[in-house]
């Protein structure tokens, strides 16, 4: 035997991890000669003393909570009888084999594991019963109803039903152990393994235990192999079917006829099992004369029933029986308690395995008693079964009130508080220290690198790695199913390289075979092992790849995972250091970019391990730690993003991107909305400055910032848009905005917002401003500016088209009526002249009243061919719109391209669209015949010196005029605003330019009152600046109605603010491509006001949120590596000094060399 | 009359909840009484939600303690204290607070708006006083575990001391402290019961100067006519 074998340890390494650390639930005074003696045993030591007092030989197990503590505990009694074989096994088929081995020796053999490792031993159990009919042969499973430490909440009785194999059922920890010693005599009596059902809880509870005399005797048996056992009848031929599962079934049943009953001594047979459960000494009946109810219960069921009468005060009309064993069930303890009440109840945990057969017995009987259980509803099937779910329905029974001792309502409120005063989640996660996180985040890292973290889908089975890479636990099934589940994927066709995690003990037990599956079958994945070379969620112990240590502390050959992979001649396969993230990184990277089976060995003892073989238990494993340097770390030290920076709403583009690229759309549009009510506008027309500054830029392209900005109004649109509540009024005075273009509308969004009575007075017919009127369908959809203007609206502003301050109303007037504030945004409407002769000729159309009638769809005469003037924005839609009615367009503009104040990306599309550009080109008359455009005379020009725009002016080359065959001309050469509201003596002052003089960070005009914004205060400009002056604006008229300084604290609002610290790359971020958004052909797109751009797909705009570089909020180190060590301060990380186990993964994860080393306790 | 005591004993992984559970029920058992204890497993090593619960009484039967039942919880940590307080304590049962919180991970901690600027225990303490759980004894366990013994792993002890000097739990001293000297592992029974004793006498003193609190009436259970 084994003891012979015993040889010396050696490494201290070995020495440390072999040392019993498992006092918890495991004691040296296991395997005492103490009979009669009481000790405080737990389950997992109960069970264990059964085993040694019956006399156990050979006991295996495959680690899973909690059963194996109960062989921590035989280890420790085989270190005191040498003649024990205590194992290890690789997974639960090999443990019960070993242990049904045994027994054909004749000595007695135990096994041991949780509900879901019976499934793995499945097939040889049921053979076992009946096949082999085993002497002294136990399992000692749990089951889990809470699901605490497995994956499903089974009924192991199911299966040893289905297995023909005894179940008994402890209930206290006395009977854990008395009935696991009797279980052994059972199975030699029967000749069949005996299964004894545990429940998870057992495991880890406590309870004085009476101690039974030792067997020794029985331990010590000689082994001879007992072939008679086993020499199954052969009937050959002649039709018979021969074989050893017939005769031992038909035997087991009384079916065998004779002469081959007389081969089959030492099988086992039903009635046999039948007469035993009849017998066996723990059932107990309690019952009276006055009993009408009977109970029936089992294990901790039958606890939980004895709390619950104990809180009746143990009525006298309540009959119990205790079951002991519950397959097969004593048939005579039934019968009478069926007889003798009208009622019975029947408490067990999980599936109605004892209720089931109960009812089958009352069939055969002639027995009125009514059955209730789970399948009438009156006993949960899920959950642990408590009593104060028992103690209702046996109140009910007997006509008793059931006084639940708390309160059913304050426990509700309770929990209401713990919802709302405890941080969610946060804690448990991995280990400081624990080599997973740096594991999965290199992976993470890699895959995001190589553009292939979207296709991947991620398996795994293993309790301290399962799902950190993907944050959410990935799909496990069972133990080794991972690397089938994901070849499954890869053979129906799915795109992308699969990934399989497993943990080292999870690779010896299920995973071989699948690797073998995997190469031999041609599949493309990654198996990613992470090693940590012990078996470390159920309580570190030791297995084969592990340190060449067995159960019994003997020294063992040590199985290198990475060998066996190339042994399966796995496509890749390396070995590397979690906490070396180069290393790390170029192995993932080379794995995943080779196709076929990768394997990638992720090596690193267990940090807890590693601690303990430090030495004392409190001792770290290494004597540094790590701190984020403050002054440098991105989130601590950049106030803005350059985004948010250059954007002159200042819109807090980092924060929604972020929330787009983890799929939170509505989140996102949220962030928009909090300084922008455009978003859908702005994500067509904003001129984007926050990408001109994106840091991206330097590395490769600017994110797409306004194309997600788009995204994600799109996506509420499409989705159905949620009418929002009107806000209710908090706020006394009612401003009143003139205008409602985009600086009035965002005023007045932010007015109501914040509890104002807001109204809006619009000339036109239709709100929106230049939204509506000024910029063409093929770019902004009408009905896009128009939800959004409904929005407002919805929140409560009023908006009164068809009122012309200044015709219809004067600002006196709306003083009268009792506004508070006044803003006027009423845009820069009217068109400059060209100032040339014959500008006054039919076939003259200005620029803004040429888009306006085209979008209000007012009838337009154009002519064939069109000259626009100009080189913003305007003249470039204009041109556009007149491609579309059908003429041939030529553009002309003063300057060349260089100074065009239309962007380059517009030149292109107005060029792809059939528009001739003449450069250098100006009007100088334009010619009529018969009262029409006959021509356009015009002058070439050449640039001289800088004007004060910077830009150089544009000077007439002598001599050059020529004329062009023109009969329609557009002048588009800017705007003025239209001051006609401002009476005599308004007290409002203007600029030379025509514009309003406001104060620069207030708004405020020359008159108290009135603030003024948008294109009236700055001549034409862009969206996003008119929507910042609302924002503003709305500002100061809250501070001004409140009565508060209007400058104070307004630093934060200025057109483009100062960045600091942001401007450094991240190491290591490889370049990736932009997202394209599709347009319509210039061919198509012509011929219609269709939309040309067609905007993101939801997987597009993650995958561009995801470029983001995350210049403020960076939080790499927090969010994607899961060290538990870091945490937030503020909301801005730190590490927390106490927790730090020095691994300097996290020095490592800082894309910006902001985590540094420092001395322990510095 | 039966007396039952149902006690909590809650914190994290790594705290050593388990053995300290396990050494107040090896006393109780050295000292007659009928008692059971079922621990609550976090699934990692360190820093995850652990506890046990202790149940005296001749006719106890559950392994489990009902929500709103237990006489006393003691937490190592605070956070952790208000979710088993929550959770267990009766209306008039006694919790004691070891005064350290531990950081939840980043992640999580992400100020919610509304989130007052008061401490973390602060807060915890004012998730009591809306519950009306006003026995709250908030002990610096960690502190006399670190500063006076020297040691914060004996924190366990510590606490174990407090919730032996409450006079709650029907068990001997000096009982605890031989269970003490004969479970600690490796060689720390001097240090542990050093511990003990610490948080024995600290919090003696500290409920003397926060004023004796009146003899606590423990909740009786009705006489029985047979057992389980």
């Keep these: 035997m084994v003891g012979d074998t015993k040889t010396a340890k050696t490494t201290t390494d070995v020495e440390q991890y072999a040392a019993p650390t498992f006092m918890k639930y495991s004691s040296p005074d296991i395997a005492k000669d103490a009979a009669g003696e009481t000790v405080l045993l737990s389950g997992n030591e109960a069970l264990a003393r059964g085993c040694i007092e019956a006399g156990v030989r050979v006991a295996t197990c495959y680690p899973g909570s909690p059963m194996h503590y109960t062989l921590h505990n035989l280890v420790e009694a085989a270190r005191i009888y040498p003649s024990m074989h205590v194992e290890w096994s690789v997974n639960e088929k090999c443990a019960f084999e070993v242990a049904l081995g045994a027994t054909l020796t004749g000595v007695r053999a135990m096994t041991t594991f949780k509900n879901v490792g019976l499934d793995v031993a499945l097939n040889a159990v049921v053979c076992s019963a009946l096949d082999f009919s085993p002497d002294g042969l136990v399992l000692i499973v749990n089951d889990d109803p809470d699901m605490s430490a497995t994956q499903v909440a089974e009924d192991i009785r199911a299966l040893a039903i289905y297995s023909s194999i005894p179940v008994l059922e402890p209930s206290t920890m006395q009977e854990a152990k008395d009935f696991t010693a009797a279980a052994f005599e059972l199975s030699e009596k029967l000749h069949l393994p005996v299964l004894v059902r545990a429940m998870y809880r057992h495991g880890y509870a406590r309870e004085p235990v009476v101690l039974g005399r030792i067997q020794h005797e029985v331990r010590e048996r000689t082994p001879h192999y007992r072939a008679e056992q086993l020499s199954h009848p052969q009937i050959e031929g002649h039709g018979l079917h021969s074989g050893p599962s017939r005769w031992a079934h038909a035997h087991f049943h009384g079916e065998v006829p004779p002469p081959q009953s007389q081969l089959a001594k030492g099988w086992a047979t039903r009635e046999e099992a039948e007469k035993a459960a009849e017998c066996f000494e723990g059932n107990k009946l309690t019952i009276s004369g006055q009993s009408r109810v009977g109970v029936i219960s089992s294990g901790l069921a039958y606890r939980e029933t004895m709390e619950a009468l104990k809180n009746l005060g143990w009525p006298e009309e309540v009959a119990t029986l205790k079951l002991a064993i519950t397959y097969p069930l004593p048939r005579g303890l039934i019968e009478r308690l069926l007889h003798e009440t009208e009622t019975v109840l029947v408490v067990e945990e999980i599936e109605p395995i004892i209720e089931n057969q109960v009812r089958s017995i009352s069939a055969g009987m002639d027995s009125h008693a009514e059955i209730l259980g789970k399948l009438t509803a009156d006993v949960p099937f899920s959950g642990e079964l408590a009593s104060h779910q028992i103690g209702p329905a046996l109140a009910k029974l007997i006509g008793q009130e059931y006084g639940a001792p708390a309160s059913a309502e304050r426990m509700r409120q309770r929990q209401e508080i713990l919802q709302s005063s405890v941080p969610g989640g946060g804690v448990g996660g991995q280990c400081p220290g624990c080599p997973g996180p740096a594991a999965a985040y290199a992976l993470k890292n890699v895959s995001e690198q190589l553009g292939m973290a979207d296709d991947m889908r991620f398996f795994s089975y293993d309790g301290c790695c399962g799902g950190v890479p993907t944050g959410e636990r990935a799909p496990g099934l069972c133990m080794g199913a991972g690397i089938n589940l994901a070849a499954g994927l890869y053979h129906a066709g799915l795109k992308g390289k699969q990934v399989v995690l497993s943990g080292d003990s999870n690779f010896f037990h299920g995973c071989m075979s699948g690797l073998v599956e995997a190469v031999y079958n041609k599949s493309d994945v990654l198996f990613y092992v992470m090693d940590n070379r012990t078996t470390a969620m159920t309580g570190h112990q030791p297995h084969p790849g592990g340190f060449g240590i067995t159960a019994a502390g003997d020294l063992t050959k040590t199985l290198d995972i990475a060998e066996i992979a190339r042994a399966c001649q796995a496509d890749f396969v390396a070995t590397v250091d979690p906490y070396d993230q180069e290393q790390i990184s170029e192995a993932l990277k080379q794995a995943l970019t080779t196709k076929g089976v990768s394997v990638v060995v992720s090596q690193r003892t267990c940090a807890v391990v590693a601690q303990r073989q430090k030495g004392a238990a409190d001792a770290l494993i290494f004597d540094v730690r790590s701190q984020v340097n403050r002054d440098k770390c991105l989130s601590w030290a950049v106030e803005m993003s350059p985004c948010e920076a250059a954007c002159p709403a200042h819109i807090d583009v980092e924060a929604y991107v972020r929330a787009i690229a983890k799929g939170r759309f509505k989140e996102a549009l949220q962030i928009v909305r909090e300084n922008n009510p455009f978003a859908s506008v702005c994500g067509r027309v904003c001129h984007h400055p926050c990408e001109t500054d994106c840091k991206r830029g330097k590395l490769d392209e600017p994110l797409a910032i306004n194309h997600l900005k788009r995204f994600v109004a799109d996506y509420e649109f499409s989705n159905g848009l949620e009418k929002p509540t009107p806000v209710p009024r908090t706020r006394e005075g009612r401003v009143a905005i003139v205008g409602s273009g985009p600086a009035g509308l965002t005023a007045a969004y932010h007015l109501v917002n914040r509890g104002y009575g807001v109204t809006v007075f619009e000339a036109s017919d239709v709100a929106g401003g230049m939204l509506t009127v000024g910029i063409p369908e093929f770019i902004l959809p009408q009905k896009m500016v128009q939800a959004e203007i409904g929005h407002i609206r919805d929140l409560g502003v009023e908006i009164k088209t068809g009122v012309a301050v200044g015709k219809d109303l004067t600002l006196d007037s709306i003083w009268k009526q009792g506004y508070k504030a006044i803003f006027i945004g009423v845009g820069a409407c009217t068109s400059k002249e060209l100032g040339v002769p014959g500008e006054d000729s039919p076939g003259v159309l200005h620029g803004v009243t040429f888009l306006r009638d085209v979008n209000l769809g007012n009838e337009v005469k154009l002519g064939k061919r069109v000259a626009v003037i100009g080189g913003g924005d305007v003249a470039i839609d204009a041109a556009r719109c007149a491609v579309r009615l059908g003429c041939e367009v030529s553009i002309l503009y003063r300057r060349s391209r260089a100074e065009m104040p239309a962007r380059d990306e517009e030149i292109e599309t107005v060029e792809a669209e059939g528009v001739r550009i003449e450069y250098l080109v100006t009007p100088a008359e334009i010619l009529s015949q018969n009262g029409r455009v006959a021509g356009l005379k015009c002058t070439r020009m050449e640039l001289g010196e800088p004007d004060a725009s910077g830009r150089r002016q544009p000077i007439p080359v002598q001599g050059s005029e020529f004329e062009m065959d023109v009969d329609t001309v557009i002048p588009a050469i800017g705007q003025s605003p239209d001051l006609s509201l401002l009476a005599e003596g308004s007290g409002i002052e203007t600029t030379d330019a025509g514009t309003l003089i406001v104060d620069p960070t207030t708004l405020a005009t020359t008159r108290p009152g009135v603030f003024a914004g948008g294109d009236v205060r700055t001549g034409p400009a862009t969206v996003i600046e008119a929507i910042a002056d609302g924002n503003k604006a709305a500002a100061s008229i809250d501070g001004y109605l409140r009565g508060e300084d209007p400058v104070e604290g307004r630093g934060g609002e200025a057109a483009a603010l100062p960045v600091t610290g942001a401007d450094t790359l991240p190491q290591g971020t490889l370049a990736r491509e932009r997202q394209r958004v599709l347009e319509l052909p210039a061919d198509k797109r012509i011929r219609s006001f269709d939309e040309v751009k067609l905007g993101f797909t939801e997987q597009e705009a993650i995958a561009e949120a995801r470029r983001c570089l995350r210049c403020k909020i960076c939080r790499r180190c927090v969010e994607d590596f899961a060290c538990v060590a870091i945490v937030t301060e503020d909301g801005h990380p730190t590490v927390d000094q106490n927790m730090c186990a020095g691994c300097k993964v996290c020095i490592q994860v800082c894309p910006y060399g902001n985590i540094e080393e420092v001395e322990a306790g510095k | ?228």
């Design chain 2, 1 to 228: 009359m039966n007396r039952e005591l149902n006690l909590v004993i809650a914190g994290l992984s790594g705290q050593g909840i388990v053995m300290a559970g396990k050494m107040l029920t090896t006393a109780l058992v050295a000292d007659g009484k009928k008692v059971i204890i079922s621990d609550s497993l976090a699934l990692t090593h360190r820093n995850a939600p652990t506890s046990t619960q202790i149940r005296v009484g001749e006719d106890v039967a559950s392994l489990m303690i009902g929500e709103g039942q237990a006489d006393l919880v003691v937490a190592f940590e605070a956070t952790e204290g208000l979710k088993a307080g929550l959770v267990y304590a009766r209306q008039d049962g006694l919790v004691i607070l070891n005064d350290r919180v531990l950081r939840r991970r980043a992640s999580a901690a992400q100020p919610k708006a509304g989130d007052s600027d008061a401490s973390p225990i602060t807060k915890i303490l004012q998730g009591f006083e809306r519950a009306g759980i006003r026995d709250v004894r908030v002990f610096p366990g960690s502190d006399v575990a670190q500063n006076e013994v020297g040691r914060l792993l004996t924190l366990n002890m510590v606490m174990l001391g407090a919730t032996v000097a409450t006079d709650m739990i029907p068990v001997r001293l000096a009982t605890v402290e031989q269970v003490i000297q004969e479970l600690s592992p490796r060689g720390t029974g001097e240090v542990n019961v050093a511990a003990f004793k610490a948080g024995v006498k600290r919090f003696k003193e500290q409920s003397r100067t926060e004023g004796e609190r009146p003899g606590r009436e423990l909740s009786t259970a009705t006489e029985t006519p047979r057992g389980s």
